[in-house]
């Protein structure tokens, strides 16, 4: 079924899951967030699977992590400086306060 050659094509994976009533699908998005008591655990370029099987819902995350316990990320404090147009200084205290949410800090800072 699988043979040498690499595996199934996901095509024919895709129709024998739906077959089996198993649908499986997509879901764009650029950073996923898991927030625990005192810390974020940030996946960056993300691949997000949406699976529905038997009327459960369940979403399959792989991508980069990266925990932020303390702190942000230099690129959120140069993202939210450059939009707002403030000091990397107040973009920086803007995401502190706002827990690490890139368009909280820029609201704040707006």
Known sequence: MFGLGGGLDPKKMK??????????????????VI??????????EPNVQKITMQGQTSYQ?????SEEAEGVREED???V?????????????ALEEAGGD?????VKLS
């Open 15 to 32: 129709a024998m899951m739906k077959q089996m009533g198993i649908n499986q699908e997509d879901v764009p998005a650029n950073r996923v």
């Open 35 to 44: 927030e625990q008591d005192g810390k974020k655990i940030v996946i960056s």
């Open 61 to 65: 995350i792989s991508g980069v992590e």
């Open 77 to 79: 404090i140069l993202m």
């Open 81 to 93: 400086a450059e939009k707002t147009g403030k000091s990397k200084a107040e973009a920086k205290k």
């Open 102 to 106: 890139i368009a909280e800090a820029i």
